[in-house]
């Protein structure tokens, strides 16, 4: 079965540290992609980066960049320089062939002045 | 550019009253079209998708059921609402292959 594990329910960081958010999926598929999501208090889900299992260079947009480890079927964000706007509830999510996407139950980061 | 549009942005409905949320696509065709319910503010359980019109996945047994009569309209439907239907409804659709889901704004319903 395809899953997807955030176990980290709450996290906390301090305006400009960086912090890393952990997901871990399950799938038997060669090929996939793998989203993260980013929810505010708006409850708008925006996409916030996404990355290839068939590529191995992680994937960087700004701020955000991933920690893709494929054998360890780990999908980490890291964070950098926190700021307020980033307060929201981050979301893992895996696409499969079936181009349905499973979702993790999200962490909550709130990053703190 | 390609919009979604979701509404209304908020019902409240009493129970056993029908329901019917509507999410419609601008500039795209053919585009795959979800469903999905987010309960307590917490994970997305996908409900419906649909790759084509006519062709609706469910899926999860429920008390819902969805439509999409129109290439670019996707409809979400009750005959009767329970309590347990109250939660945040989210609709989204995306291009063919592995492509991200775009999102509604959504439609928070509360069963009273």
């Known amino acids: 079965a395809q899953t997807v594990t955030q176990s980290q329910p709450e996290m906390s960081v301090q305006e400009a540290e960086t912090v890393t958010l952990s997901c871990t999926y399950d799938?038997?598929?060669?090929?996939?992609?793998l989203f993260w999501y980013k929810q505010p208090p708006s409850r708008q889900m925006i996409l916030v980066i996404r990355?290839?299992?068939?590529?191995?260079q992680n994937a960087t947009e700004n701020r955000f960049s991933v920690n893709f480890q494929k054998a360890a079927k780990s999908f980490s964000l890291k964070i950098s320089d926190s700021q307020l706007g980033d307060t929201a509830m981050y979301f893992c999510a895996l696409n499969q062939r079936s181009n349905k996407l499973i979702f993790g139950t999200g962490t909550l980061l709130a990053v703190q002045p | 550019s390609q919009t979604i549009h979701q509404w209304p942005a908020t019902l409240v409905q009493p129970v056993g009253s029908p329901l019917s949320l509507e999410c419609t696509v601008e500039g795209t065709s053919n585009p795959n079209l979800y469903w999905y319910r987010q309960a307590a503010g917490r994970g997305l359980q996908l409900l419906f998708y649909?790759?084509?019109?006519?062709?609706i996945s469910s899926e999860v047994p429920q008390n819902l059921s969805a439509s999409r009569p129109q290439d670019r309209q996707f409809i979400l439907s009750s005959k009767k609402l329970l309590l347990s239907d109250s939660g945040f409804y989210l609709c989204?659709?995306?291009?063919?292959?592995?492509?991200?889901?775009?999102f509604g704004n959504g439609t928070r319903l509360t069963v009273t």
């Open positions: 799938t038997s598929e060669s090929n996939y992609y």
């Open positions: 649909s790759v084509g019109i006519g062709q």
């Open positions: 989204a659709w995306a291009g063919q292959g592995f492509s991200p889901l775009h």
């Open positions: 990355q290839e299992a068939y590529k191995q």
